[in-house]
């Protein structure tokens, strides 16, 4: 993993000369004929490669397919196609799975707007919301999509992606792996159609790219290039760049983050002002044993719940000096968030209450700061809370 996200995406830099990911900002390309031109046209609105001139940057861009190649690689997935977000990366799997206006099957928790994208009329999907276990009961004949997240935004629960892709049958599945990152996680590996992820995350890293990408078989990435291309959820080729340029350190700072996030739930759970941790790195918090066998660590992200409920978590969230209150995820500094204030507040209480998202619970999102930094904050906060 390491060596290949040192290199991945990076073959061609040799022969171009270069160093660092070439950024190219054209918006159109000079065609070497007007045959040239429709061949090459003809075959990106298959779905396919240029051949020869991009013609036109809604359609293919350099910088970004190479970014793209390297998610493939760390993916083990045929291809990946980039979006401006992990929004526009879920609509557009929605639309090429045929979900649209469809019956899909999905299990809570889920990030707050991909719940909130499901559940309203925007989109015209009929969704059964169910439990891991009840997604072979919920499957229907004209069930187009099923959809899921594991680790779960924002409780982290775990799904046994085996058994998911086995309950579907013949309905395949759209994985959210954001959580884990392709360093921890590999769904296609297990039967997954697409891993999906809000690239804004730990694959930026820096807290300053908007961007999704999905990985998935040959046929599936043409498919989502034809949607791309027709509705123009385009990734950036400067955030192509910033992200290609994160992808040496991301197993670093995955790892590192990892191992605070790690440390931080054990002295959490011993905290008198907390009365629940989940994190599944914690033991008894993983009774498949998922984590070794699907995943290759807990990750970076935890949840905690207060005993002093809403109003406690609300204080802890003030009171932090060196953590930064702010949602997202997965960057360098360590975020705290209140998930049912913020980032699922759009999906309702009754969706959250499914969910298992409390008034008491906050997210925090390991940074690689010192982790006796991080606890002295944490540790501060709590004791104003408390007193
Ligand atoms: C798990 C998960 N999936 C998808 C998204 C949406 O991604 P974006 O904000 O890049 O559109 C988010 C955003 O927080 C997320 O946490």
Redesign the pocket.
């Known amino acids: 993993m390491s060596t290949t996200a040192v290199h991945a995406g990076r073959e061609q830099f040799r022969a171009l000369g270069v160093h660092t990911p070439p950024l190219d900002r054209s918006t159109t390309y000079p065609l070497t004929s007007l045959d040239a031109g429709t061949a090459s046209l003809d075959a990106m609105a298959a779905g396919g490669r240029p051949e020869g001139s991009p013609v036109y940057a809604r359609l293919h861009n350099p910088t970004v397919a190479r970014w793209e190649a390297g998610i493939a690689q760390l993916e083990q997935a045929d291809e990946a196609v980039a979006f401006g ?4 990366a ?1 609509t557009a799997v929605l639309l090429a799975a045929g979900a649209v206006g469809r019956h899909v099957v999905a299990v809570r928790p889920l ?1 707050g ?2 719940d909130h994208l499901l559940g309203s009329d925007l989109l015209g999907c009929q969704v059964t919301w169910a439990s891991p276990d009840g997604v072979a009961d919920a499957i229907r004949d004209d069930t187009a999509l099923v959809v899921a ?1 594991t680790p779960a ?1 924002p409780t982290l629960r775990l799904i046994d992606l085996d058994a998911l892709v086995a309950a579907a049958g013949d309905v395949p599945v759209v994985v ?1 792996n ?2 884990a990152t392709p360093i921890l996680q590999r769904p296609l590996l297990h039967g997954v159609a697409w891993s999906l992820h ?1 690239a ?2 730990a694959l930026s890293g820096h807290g300053d790219v ?3 990408v999905v990985a998935t078989s040959g046929e599936r990435a043409a498919a989502l290039r034809q949607v791309r291309i027709l509705t123009g959820g385009l990734l950036d080729p400067q955030a192509a760049y910033l992200l290609h340029r994160s992808l040496p350190t991301l197993p670093l700072r995955v790892r590192a983050a990892q191992a605070n996030a790690m440390e931080l739930a054990r002295r959490l759970h011993a905290h008198p002002a907390v009365s629940a941790v989940h994190y599944p790195g914690l033991p008894g918090s993983d009774p498949s044993g998922l984590v070794g066998r699907q995943m290759d660590g807990p990750g970076g992200i935890l949840a905690f719940e207060l005993v002093g409920g809403h109003d406690a978590a609300a204080g802890v969230m003030k009171s932090v000096e060196l953590i930064t209150p702010a ?3 997965g960057s360098t500094d360590t975020l705290l968030q209140h998930p049912a204030g913020l ?1 699922h507040r759009i999906v309702g209480d009754e969706g959250r209450a499914a969910g298992g998202i409390t008034p008491g619970m906050l997210r925090l999102s390991a940074g690689i700061e010192d982790v006796e930094d991080l606890w002295a904050d944490l540790a501060a906060a709590l004791e104003l809370t408390a007193g």
């Open positions: 977000s992990g929004m526009a879920m990030y707007c991909t997240e935004n959210d954001t959580f809000s804004t995350k908007m961007a999704g949602v997202s995820l980032t």
